[in-house]
């Protein structure tokens, strides 16, 4: 199965250039001065890029999955926080009690939990895998990356299965929206290291301060950062992946790739997200435009890997939380994009003269 | 009756600073890294600040309520669309097919109408008032401002009236969350010359393209703005909202205090609701700190009323619509900062370990 990962992955369509062009006639239309919705007409046409039509389905049954998964340069002093806290979160996600899960609430979006690799055992969860929480774990958590090679190539793989399983579970289960979440103590810095490999650029560029790290611990995330990506230089996509990412970060990878060949939009949230729609693009070509990018996170790489992605985040209010939470918050805004397509009145429906 | 608005006004209660200091240190136990969720986070102590209670309540019934009225400088050259346009749109309300609709029905929020001064009879309407459309017509549109006063001190003070009785009924009604809206073919142009007055600043700097016009056009409601600026140099808040303002602006403002001093959040919209937000905060000094800007219009003096008034709006989505679109928007976000205080797992309750 090495080095197989190109053909797992599912064809993923292009964009449909005339649901675009519905979409534009269709925005002219309705009973407003051309333009003034601004990005919500955009977001619109996107959609029905993504879904092929125009009025596009409006995402009525919208799931955030968050691939949870442990990593080695975690212990490396990368961080404040005590390993066994990525368990601990995927139980208080399973309970439904931190903020991904009052937000996803908050848009009527379900949650599912998938540990694709915590390294430790989750207090309180399920013996088998249940409709909210999936045993997946392709081992318990990586290798320090400031070592050595983070997982391999068949682990890599493996995690990009599993994401692609559950993106094609929650899909004919009637998921109509599919959110990037995730949730692992040291990810940021794979993330950065990814970010900075697939975009050519430097550790300094890249590398942030996570949910609050020291002076210190900056300097020495930094330099590991760089050190991967010298590391990464001149591997393939899935080499990379496996030599300097996470396993959460190939689930999501899959995930997002699966979604987009299930014609659905994919969320993306903070920068753990986007170095797997990195990869994923990396992957599988085309996939990046299938998705939205939910918020701006103040992680410096997420801009970068913004840009590169060629997206634009609807939601920038300083979050830096992860979980999934700034890709949630969007939910609604897409939903808005979608119903203005499918609702709003014609200036002849309506009986509005215009300009 | 004419220049008693002072009197007429209710108190508002000042923000609660223990409200505030409660949710900060509710904030701080959550399980989050300290100023993860951003701005949510801030806008979370707000909601307390208002209510003046921690967790605040989650808004469940918000309101957003469409005041509608005509400006005589609409025959002045200063917008393409025809006059009879207001009175078409309301009908457009009324029948739930406008933009404010369907962005409304999709956060779950109701849409009141307002008429407060339509010129034009409003095609099907109902002969009497209803839950959701009210009939306070003041007078059929203002005069042309930019020939004279665009109404008196007592229309004026009749038109703030309304808005503080909307807002008192609403609240009665169970209204826990009151969004600004607005329709008024013309009415970039008073809400220009009200936030240049207001702020001291020039035509040119408050006057944008409202919903789309040419060069000429500018100029010429760059020129009706500086001169209404100057006529309503030394009048007082009201007078100056008679002279060179508008009814539904005038009603906005009643519905503002009204709102701030029920103690629910009041979110503004784009640049008619700022400028009737400034006139409500140049009425009643500290109504200002009860509203949440909803989002960033890109008329110029909505940013410059937004710096006025000290607010940072959440949604930034390039929209020049107006009718309470971009407001209603923002509403899934505040319900998502009160979600947050109320419903998150501290570190203790979730068994979470801290940095």
Redesign the interface.
Known sequence: LVGQADHMLPTVAPLSQSAIEAARERQSR???????????ELLGETLCAIAGVCPPPIPRHPVVAVFAADHGVALAGVT???Q??TA??V??FI?G???VN??A???GADVIVVDVGVANEI?GAPAESTASFRRHRVRAGTADLSCGPAMTVYEAEAAIAVGLDVARDLISGGADLLATGEMGIGNTTPSAALIASITGRTGADCTGRG??IDDATLARKTEIVDAAVTRAAGLNATERLADIGGLEIAALAGFIIGGAAGRVPVVLDGVITLAAALVAESLRPGVAAHCIAGHRS?EPAATIALDALGLVP????????GEG?GGV?AI??I??AA??LT???TFD?????E?
Do not use: F
């Open positions: 309705l009973t407003k001065p051309p333009g003034a919705l601004g990005r919500l404040p926080w005590p066994e806290v601990q979160m139980a208080n309970a009690g931190a903020a009052v937000l609430r908050g848009v207090p949910t609050g103040t609807l939601v920038d209010l300083g979050l830096r939380l939470s918050l609604p805004l939903q808005a119903g203005v609702n709003m009145a429906d309506a009986g509005v003269s300009a």
